[in-house]
């Protein structure tokens, strides 16, 4: 049984070897066949790579899809990559994975998406193997001083200032309380104690409540299904005594479905989620039923949360980003990442270069800003904001 | 020279009311080898582990008399102890570690350390020579006369080459001046058996004495000094060699006591019930071999022999414990490749001799242990509920059955949902025997069904198989090392030697006749 | 006996919750919801420990069977009891597909069941999560948004069936809403269970799992009832998950099973269920102590603590006395 066992460990990790072997020769001949078109379409003579690394499609849907259209668009340049499904275990195998994008000469620039801590090591090998190629996060949650100190560019959400204008934006749909949910494992984390605070500043300082409630830690314990049972428990006893004006905010995206759910019930407030999204937990909520073509339009998933929340009597209770900034600071920094490399004189440090690159590339406006004021090259955005 | 290695006086002991050795009185000089003879239960266990300072020993009272070695009182603590004596034992049981090395097995515990790195370390963290352990342990297998490489795994080893290494460790001890082999040729074959006796003659002449236990008595004859005889804890007799002649000793082992036999039939038919054909067990310790037999209606048939020499095998090999090869055929059908419950239900079932482990379900109550068998394969005791949907217990048919072997075989309990657990060995077995008796077997073995209990239950269960016997023509086959028992109550008597059938008898066969039948030795003329 | 420490301090929180001005009712409700929402996947460990197969945390393997039921049945859009069914018959046989490999593998591990079965629930998982981006389902519904393939990783089943056993034939008294339906499926599995472990198989899968030696020695095909058991537990645990899903409202695929094993076992331990021998008894008890420990301990931690550590401290008191409960039960023997 043992010898068996061990056989066909031995066969799996032959066939993934020689699998994965031969998919690299396969992608460079390929590259080779379709290289003097590259050179005659375009016009800077040599071929070059974007290395671009997201988490599955199971743990995060936006920036997988994000990284897959941007190959689609861009099949002989863009080189996708995940990260293993289990992220926190198996640490070491992202982090050689992603150094061993620098050893394909051609590779110009590497994108790393992951919305954790730990992978910076990774691109601070690159930067010391191979300094002509691009660094940029979109975004990785390490500390941002060594992040701008060894990474080209960082792009991230304005998280911190979000907790401002959030509070902002709930107190204009009417809310009078705001609650948030979060867990110690999160309330470690710099950013999201400091929008927090902002949170609650911004709350009392326009005179709304501000509630805290911890739930269980989907880290830790039982996983995010004891959090999400707690919400589900919580959330009424919550809206019974603050009131159906209430904006509830939860640290975490799979507390969203829950509480989106919630809301269609109880008709609270649900400014924005914590990765504002259209594609995050509407769609299941709301059961939205999109037609193949419409996979992946924006627009058509907007108007339809729209219908739905007229349906459950919610206009103007919900609302949150036209795009998935999960999908849209991916495709941004691919198409930065290509502007540098074909554009040398592209200013990338000017923040309104960055707005108006948004812009005439995707037709969506998006305010830009330094992370620090010393860290010029740690930029934060914040998008326009849709209300269904 | 003169002074004995061993001196026995008035050596004697109890377990709880129970004599097992009485006044046992004997000395050894050295360089002589004693072969101590005597059947199951004759306190031949006991007396080594007296001597080897067994923990049982002393667990239970200690021993009464006087034990000498080299003059000198022993005084044996715990089993480490008699090594310091100078005494090696040699268990039946081999103590050797399969994945280590013949040298590491032998200098176990007794290993050379590097000298330079003594000095610097603590005393459990030295570093082992192994150059000079192997050196070591290959002469001590070359003076045993043994040619092989210390140096290979002792997994590989054949068991006859276990047992050289066995007793080579035991040599490898300092001031080794008393060995004690017990049943050391058990194991062995002929030609390896020879070998040993020429390596202990060989041995005995460097003034290292040995007590050998076997019950090969050619063997015994051929190699010992002196011959002690013990039967029922009791010395019989002690015997310089040469002055006894084989058969006498046999008849000495045995002991002459004239058994009433319960009847003393001859059966009208002997119509064939159970055939068997060159049945084999692989019962390690306990192998069957070359098993043909036939088994005839109505009888009622013993099988003894030495423990691990095969009597228990039969039993465990028709429930398939074991590997088996052979046919066997049971009222005229061939149940060589039936699953054991189709032999249930053709007729057969088999009591084995280990209660607790295998014969009943000891969390379960007295009253489910009984029907347990009977419902699982003949769904009886139950009856359906939710119209035929499901079959449940049916307590009321079930508890009238239980009442009716309880009284038939006097189980004493508090009540019929008593746990089996907290019940006494003698009604424990009274239990699985009434489980046996529930399923009405045409044909019934039973192993060892006197072990373990008290007189008045041994009597009942005795009786019991009898009745069954008689009245609901129940054949029956008893494999007991109680000789006395069988005598009194089988028609005849198989004795098995070395996992053969060494004899049929009767069972007012001589003392002498079964003597020779148990210790037949050899493995080639087995009929 | 570890439920009455665990009891203990259920009452004590009990206490503090009403000291707190806790809604009592709406917790009263939620407990029972809770129970029978888990209890399910608590009583299919049963038939595989008094198999003597120790406690199956190989769970994910039977909760992914039900999955999959629950996704055909959405797939044809199918609601209320109808879709609830439907999903259940499916992921019951789905479970008994199952059950033929992993019996099997388990019966050749004897003795290191329980490590196996992690192993197996463990890697069941990421070969799951393959076939979840990739099969074929049709219901949009069901699909990724973006990328139109592949199943979300959770789905919501508000237009299928979330709630249905919930609220059927549900009872209100005033505030109190007892769910009567719920309860009573549970009852009745609970109940065949409990008559299955009275009949001859049931019988033989105890004897099994007590002394296997005796099983054969009295004519059973020892591995023909260890597979009966595993099929029976698997079979229980894929309808356990469509009991779940339905009171949870979501579908949740992926890595979700993945821990789910656990508590499960935990709530067993905790009832009274020793290594080698559960009852229905046992998983009622436990169930109800450990979920509503679960109910009343966070809110009761975030009303009495600093937010900051509550989840902390609170992890530490429930399994801190989670553990010493089963401290002491096993230190009163392992038949206490």
């Known amino acids: ?388 | 020279m003169n002074k004995p290695i061993l001196e026995l006086n008035h050596v004697g002991k109890h377990y709880g009311q129970h004599e097992v050795l009485k006044d046992i009185n004997f000395s050894l000089m050295p360089g002589k080898i004693l072969g101590i003879i005597g059947a199951n239960g004759s306190g031949k266990s006991t007396l080594m582990n007296i001597i080897f300072g067994h923990q049982v020993i002393k667990n239970t009272g200690g021993y009464t008399g006087v034990i000498k070695v080299d003059g000198q009182r022993m005084d044996v603590n715990y089993e480490g102890n008699a090594t310091q004596y100078g005494i090696g034992m040699v268990h039946q049981e081999f103590a050797l570690f399969p994945k280590l090395t013949i040298a590491e097995n032998i200098k176990l515990g007794n290993e050379n350390i590097v000298k330079d790195f003594a000095k610097h370390v603590l005393k459990d963290y030295l570093l082992i020579d192994h150059k000079k352990d192997q050196m070591e342990a290959q002469e001590k297998l070359e003076s045993l006369g043994l040619e092989i490489d210390a140096s290979m795994l002792v997994d590989h080893m054949s068991i006859s080459v276990k047992q050289f290494i066995e007793i080579a460790r035991e040599l490898d001890r300092n001031h080794l001046k008393l060995l004690i082999l017990d049943e050391p040729t058990a194991v062995l074959n002929d030609k390896d058996s020879q070998l040993l006796i020429t390596a202990l003659k060989k041995l005995v002449k460097k003034g290292i004495s040995v007590l050998f236990i076997s019950h090969r008595l050619e063997e015994v004859m051929c190699l010992c000094d002196h011959l002690l005889v013990l039967r029922d804890g009791e010395t019989v007799g002690y015997y310089e060699n040469g002055s006894i002649t084989l058969d006498q000793l046999a008849i000495e082992m045995i002991g002459e006591k004239v058994q009433k036999t319960v009847s003393n039939r001859a059966l009208d038919t002997k119509e064939v019930q159970m055939r068997f054909e060159n049945f084999q067990v692989d019962y390690p310790g306990e192998a069957l071999e070359n098993f043909s037999l036939e088994i005839y209606k109505g009888e009622v048939l013993g099988i003894t022999s030495l423990s691990g020499h095969g009597k228990l095998a039969v039993a465990k090999g028709l429930i398939g414990f074991y590997p088996t090869r052979g046919a066997i055929h049971m009222n005229g059908l061939d149940i060589t490749n039936l699953t054991y419950q189709e032999k249930i239900t053709k007729g057969l079932y088999v009591l084995c001799e280990d209660r607790k482990n295998v014969g009943l379900l000891l969390e379960h109550s007295i009253g489910e242990n009984i029907v347990f068998t009977a419902q699982q394969l003949y769904r009886k005791y139950s009856k359906p509920h939710f119209g035929g949907l499901m079959k449940l217990y049916d307590k009321a048919s079930a508890d009238k059955a239980v009442s009716k072997y309880c009284e038939q075989l006097d189980i004493v309990c508090r009540s019929h949902q008593q746990v089996v657990k907290t019940l006494s060995g003698g009604n424990q077995q009274k239990v699985c025997l009434a489980r046996s008796l529930s399923l009405e077997p045409d044909i019934l073995f039973v192993s060892e069904p006197t072990r373990g209990i008290d007189i008045a239950a041994k009597e009942k269960v005795l009786q019991s198989l009898i009745e069954s016997n008689r009245k609901d023509k129940m054949t029956l086959v008893i494999a007991s090392s109680e000789l006395e028992e069988l005598k009194r109550l089988c028609d005849r008597i198989v004795v098995l030697s070395e996992g053969r059938i060494s004899a049929i008898l009767s069972p007012d066969a001589s003392a002498k006749e079964f003597g020779l039948a148990f210790s037949k030795g050899g493995s080639s003329d087995g009929l | 006996m570890a439920y009455k420490i665990i009891a203990g301090f259920l009452v004590l929180l009990v206490a503090l919750a009403f000291h707190l001005h806790m809604d009592m009712i709406v917790l009263l409700n939620l407990s029972f919801i809770k129970f029978a929402m888990n209890g399910l996947l608590v009583l299919s460990l049963i038939p595989m420990l008094n198999a003597g197969m120790g406690m199956n945390f190989g769970l994910p393997v039977g909760i992914t069977a039900g999955l999959i039921g629950m996704c055909i049945a959405v797939n044809f859009k199918l609601t209320g009891l109808v879709g609830l069914l439907i999903s259940a018959l499916l992921g019951g046989f789905i479970a008994l597909a199952f059950s033929e490999v992993y019996g099997r593998i388990l019966i050749a591990v004897k003795g290191r069941e329980e490590i196996a079965s992690t192993f197996i629930g463990f890697s069941f998982i990421p070969l799951m999560n393959f076939f979840w981006s990739l099969v074929p389902f049709s219901n949009r519904q069901m699909l990724y948004p973006i990328g139109g393939s592949g199943l979300r990783p959770r789905i919501g089943l508000n237009p299928y069936f979330t709630s249905t056993l919930d609220q059927l034939w549900s009872i209100k008294v005033g505030n109190f809403v007892l769910p009567f339906g719920l309860l009573l499926v549970y009852g009745i599995i609970a109940g065949l269970i409990h008559y299955f472990f009275k009949t001859t198989s049931g019988k033989s899968i105890c004897a099994v799992g007590e002394n296997d030696a005796f099983a054969k020695a009295s004519g059973l095909n020892v591995k023909k009832i260890k597979l009966l058991s595993v099929r029976i537990s698997l079979v229980i645990a894929a309808v356990g998950i469509v009991v779940y899903a339905q009171s949870f409202g979501f579908l949740e695929l992926y890595d979700a099973p993945l821990m789910m094993a656990f508590p499960a076992v935990s709530a067993l331990l905790i009832g009274g269920a020793s290594a080698k021998k559960g009852t229905i008894i046992h998983a009622i008890i436990g169930t109800y102590l450990f979920q509503s420990i679960y109910l009343l301990s966070v809110p009761i931690a975030n009303e009495l603590l600093l937010p900051e550590i509550s989840e902390i401290v609170r992890n530490i008191i429930t399994n801190g006395i989670i553990l010493y409960a089963l401290l002491i039960s096993e230190k009163g023997g392992r038949y206490a």
Not at chain 1, 231 to 247: A, F, H, M, S, W
Not at chain 1, 269 to 281: G, L, N, S, Y
Not at chain 1, 297 to 318: P, V
Not at chain 1, 349 to 374: H, I, R, Y
Request: charged share 25%.
């Open chain 1, 1 to 388: 049984m043992k010898k068996v066992l061990s056989m066909l460990l031995v066969f799996a990790l032959a066939f993934s070897i020689v699998g994965c072997g031969a998919k690299a020769e396969e992608s460079s001949e390929g590259s080779g066949a379709t290289e003097p078109v590259v050179t005659e379409t375009q016009e800077t003579a040599t071929s070059y790579k974007i290395g671009i690394v997201t988490p599955t499609l199971s743990t995060s849907e936006d920036e997988y899809r994000a990284a897959e259209n941007m190959v689609a668009k861009y099949p002989d340049i863009v080189k996708h990559i995940t990260l293993p499904e289990n992220f926190s275990t198996e640490i070491e195998t992202g982090l050689s994975q992603i150094t061993s994008l620098a050893d394909d000469p051609e590779m110009k620039a590497v994108i790393v998406v992951s919305g954790q801590a730990g992978l910076l090591p990774a691109l601070q090998k690159i930067e010391e193997k191979r300094p002509d190629i691009i660094t940029m996060t979109a975004p990785i949650w390490d500390d941002p001083e060594l992040m701008s100190k060894y990474i080209d560019v960082c792009i991230d959400t304005d998280w911190v200032r979000r907790g401002e204008t959030i509070a902002r934006k709930a107190h204009d749909m009417g809310a009078k309380t705001i609650i948030h949910y979060s867990f110690p494992t999160h309330m470690a984390k710099e950013v999201i104690v400091a929008r927090r605070d902002q949170m609650k500043a911004t709350a009392e300082e326009l005179g709304m409540t501000f509630v805290e409630v911890t739930t269980p830690d989907p880290q830790t314990g039982n996983g995010p299904a004891a959090m999400q049972q707690f919400l589900r428990e919580d959330i009424p006893r919550q809206i019974e005594k603050y009131g159906v004006d209430t904006n509830i905010f939860g640290t975490n995206c799979p507390m969203y479905d829950v509480i989106i759910d919630e809301a269609l019930k109880l008709k609270f407030i649900v400014a924005e989620q914590c990765c504002p999204t259209p594609t995050q937990a509407y769609p299941t909520v709301m059961n939205l039923e999109l037609s193949e073509e419409d996979a992946g339009n924006f627009d058509k998933i907007n108007q339809m949360i729209s219908e739905k929340a007229a349906e459950a009597d919610m206009t103007g209770r919900l609302s949150g980003w036209p795009v998935p900034v999960t999908v849209y600071v991916p495709e941004y920094a691919v198409e930065l990442a290509k502007k540098m490399i074909e554009d040398e004189s592209f200013d990338y440090k000017n923040l309104d270069n960055l707005k108006a690159f948004s812009e005439e590339t995707f037709g969506v406006s998006a305010e830009f800003n330094t992370l620090k004021p010393e860290l010029d090259n740690y930029f934060v955005l914040i998008m326009e904001s849709i209300f269904y």
